[in-house]
């Protein structure tokens, strides 16, 4: 089976048998080297470690014991990063060569709590073994003496790996399908977009991209791209549409590898043509754009707003000029866009006069609905 689907959830396959059991002979015949001569006791972390254990200890030529504790520390598909104990250690392992023997290892934080546990338990020695290993989330600062595979921070399951308790029989590991979606916010100027984006980004596992910023830290990287626009902004020369694109094909490449569940385009698409252009990327990439939140705000309220901030400041008529003629471009070249995307029924209007904490939670249903 390529494909397995638990309950509302689709994970692609991800090592199959043999990959699993060579994992396991590596970890079993580096075990039998270190510990010739010895008898270790493998303490099994449950409930997720029966699987490997059992595989594990047929692959060991040494006179050993086994035992095992009840520690868990997830629920769902996330670590809760708090641990309870369920079965405590009321095996005698004073003078004992332990290994505890983990599926796999994620924060750390399960076996650095074992760890702590067998302190005062005269033990010999102890050693770590897991099957796997997600370095990207590693918190301990123990050393992980034994590890199968490394692997990313995808959630998996099967082979003793379980979904809301499911999953575990699998005789390979399937990772959760996650498919990274792009979605754009929009909206006239001084409609609140930069202050909404902000808390987004603070709220959501997302990417973010401003195109504007991401030239300019292609610039300061010296990267050859960033050498391209630095000439052409030298000479006075507008960017062109393929080079903000190519940035954005980056972007994404980066962001596939960073886990993240979507990516938040800020300042892009500004023109039709660059919608039309970011639709084919995005299709390359297998990206689908999947919304463009417009911040609707009367064109009035804006003008009073600004012309308010500017009575206070006593500059009344450059600010105002200024908005119209931001207003302007606004409507040439954004609102073709706002369009576009209600054609595809991809377009989200927000009422964005009112509180910002209000404006807020109807972005966030917006959000939570599409990525
Ligand atoms: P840690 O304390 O290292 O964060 O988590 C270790 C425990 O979390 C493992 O024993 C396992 O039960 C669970 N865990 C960590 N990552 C995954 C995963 O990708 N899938 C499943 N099913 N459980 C995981």
Redesign the pocket.
């Known amino acids: 089976m390529d494909t397995v689907t638990i309950e509302d959830k689709t994970f692609n396959v991800y090592m199959r048998e043999d990959e699993i059991q060579s994992a396991v002979k590596k970890v079993a015949s580096e075990i039998n080297e270190r510990y010739k001569g010895k008898k270790p006791l493998f303490l099994g972390?449950l409930?997720?470690?029966f699987m490997f254990a059992a595989d594990l200890l047929k692959n060991i030529n040494l006179d050993c014991q086994i035992s095992f504790v009840k520690?868990?520390?997830?629920s769902g598909?996330k670590?809760t990063?708090h641990?309870n104990q369920l079965i405590g250690f009321d095996i005698p392992l004073t003078g004992r060569d332990v290994i505890i023997t983990?599926?796999?290892?994620?924060?750390?934080?399960?076996?650095?709590y074992v760890l702590q546990q067998l302190k005062n338990m005269n033990v010999a020695s102890v050693a770590v073994a897991t099957l796997l290993f997600?370095p990207g989330?590693?918190k301990?600062t123990y050393k992980i003496d034994f590890i199968g595979k490394s692997i990313p921070n995808?959630?998996?399951?099967g082979y003793g790996?379980?979904?809301n308790g499911y999953?575990r029989n699998y005789k390979n590991i399937y990772q959760l399908k996650t498919q990274l979606t792009a979605f754009a916010l929009t909206g006239a100027p001084g409609a609140g977009k930069g202050t909404q984006a902000e808390i987004l980004r603070q709220k959501y596992n997302i990417g973010y991209i401003s195109t504007g910023d991401a030239l300019r830290s292609e610039i300061a990287a010296g990267t050859e791209l960033g050498k391209q626009v630095s000439g052409l902004i030298n000479n006075g020369q507008l960017v062109p549409d393929d080079v903000v694109l190519s940035i954005i094909v980056n972007f994404m490449k980066k962001a596939k590898e960073s886990g993240v569940e979507s990516v938040l385009l800020d300042g892009f698409p500004r023109t039709l043509r660059q919608a039309e252009m970011l639709d084919g990327v995005l299709k390359k990439e297998d990206v689908p754009f999947v919304g463009m939140i417009n911040i609707v705000v009367d064109e009035q309220v804006l003008a009073d707003r600004i012309s308010k901030r500017a009575e206070k400041d006593h500059r009344a008529d450059d600010d105002l000029e200024t908005l119209k003629k931001r207003l302007d471009e606004y409507h040439t070249k954004t609102v073709p866009i706002v369009e576009y995307y209600r054609r595809q029924n991809k377009l989200y209007e927000v009422n964005g006069v009112g509180a910002i904490e209000d404006i807020n939670k109807e972005i966030c249903k917006i959000v939570d609905e599409i990525i």
Do not use: H, M, P, R
């Not at 520690?71 to 997830?74: A, F, G, K, L, P």
């Not at 995808?154 to 399951?157: E, V, Y």
């Open positions: 972390i409930n997720g470690a520690v868990s520390s997830y598909t670590s990063e641990i983990e599926d796999i290892i994620d924060t750390g934080l399960t076996i650095e997600k989330s590693f301990g995808d959630f998996i399951i790996f379980d979904y999953g």
